[in-house]
């Protein structure tokens, strides 16, 4: 028996079968099948509205794999860092999994969950982190010297856009991730440690 809920959000709407799902949307949770071994949560909850799980789907792939001078680890690492900001229970335990994945560091992975402040970081991926919470936690106060501290460790404006653009699509998706209360794919929790 889990100690998480067995539901995948806390709204009552129906859920379409697999066998339902438009051509391209089946093809594309075999896909996830796959490479991954399960259909993420995520997309299983947004499968109601096939329009939507489209958008969702393309947005999120061209910001979290799409060509970017961030690599895909730092963008999960934002990722993780902005849902722990916002206690987002979905994101932490399903891209917490994945910063442990792509870094090969279980420990890495907890820190970025619980505490970034304590993991051993680059001056850059700190300085990433740091923008990441400020833009979450505050964003009316974001101005030019924060976009200077990323410059003076590397980045190029492509990548703050970039940092931006990851920041704010997990500002998105926490909050519909909690408002529904989504749960995460049980799978994630024991994976890479």
């Not at 067995?6 to 051509?23: F, G, T, V, Y």
Request: hydrophobic residues 40%; glycine residues 6%.
């Amino acid at each position: 028996m889990s100690s998480q809920p067995e539901n995948l959000i806390a709204l009552n709407i129906p859920m379409p079968d697999r066998k339902d799902l438009d051509p391209d949307m089946q093809k594309y949770f075999a896909k996830c099948d796959e490479k991954l071994g399960m259909v993420p949560n995520v997309l299983q909850a947004y499968a109601f509205d096939q329009n939507k799980l489209r958008n969702f789907a393309n947005f999120y792939n061209e910001i979290m794999l799409g060509d970017s001078g961030l690599s895909k680890l730092e963008r999960e690492m934002i990722g993780v860092v902005v849902s722990s900001h916002n206690h987002c229970y979905y994101c932490l335990v399903a891209h917490g999994q994945s910063v442990r994945q792509l870094s090969g560091d279980p420990v890495l992975g907890e820190l970025m969950v619980m505490n970034y402040r304590v993991a051993k970081l680059s001056p850059r991926q700190r300085a990433m982190l740091d923008f990441a919470v400020k833009l979450t936690e505050h964003l009316d106060r974001v101005d030019e010297p924060d976009r200077q501290k990323l410059r003076d460790v590397g980045f190029s404006e492509r990548d703050i856009w970039d940092i931006a653009t990851v920041v704010g699509l997990f500002n998105l998706t926490n909050r519909v991730s909690s408002a529904t209360g989504m749960m995460p794919n049980m799978e994630y929790h024991a994976k890479n440690r």
